[in-house]
């Protein structure tokens, strides 16, 4: 029971040493993946689309 309890205390006392972000920060923050990860998305649409046209154009042919 002690260690847990050390364990408590040394987490609460580390936490109070964090610097959170503000506000403007994570909204920030938060846009920017959102926006990194639509880009990424389209870009592997288009891979699949281009990939699957010339594999369906390959096939057709032969």
């Given at each position: 029971?002690?260690?847990?309890?050390?364990?408590?205390?040394?987490?609460?006392?580390?936490?109070?040493?964090?610097?959170?972000?503000?506000?403007?920060?994570?909204?920030?923050?938060?846009?920017?993946v959102?926006?990194?990860?639509?880009?990424?998305?389209?870009?592997?649409?288009?891979?699949?689309?281009?990939?699957?046209?010339?594999?369906?154009?390959?096939?057709?042919?032969?």
């Amino acid at each position: 029971m002690n260690k847990l309890k050390n364990y408590l205390q040394e987490s609460l006392t580390e936490m109070k040493k964090v610097t959170w972000p503000s506000k403007k920060e994570t909204y920030n923050y938060t846009v920017l993946v959102i926006a990194i990860s639509i880009g990424v998305a389209i870009f592997l649409g288009i891979l699949d689309y281009i990939f699957s046209t010339g594999f369906q154009f390959l096939i057709n042919k032969y």
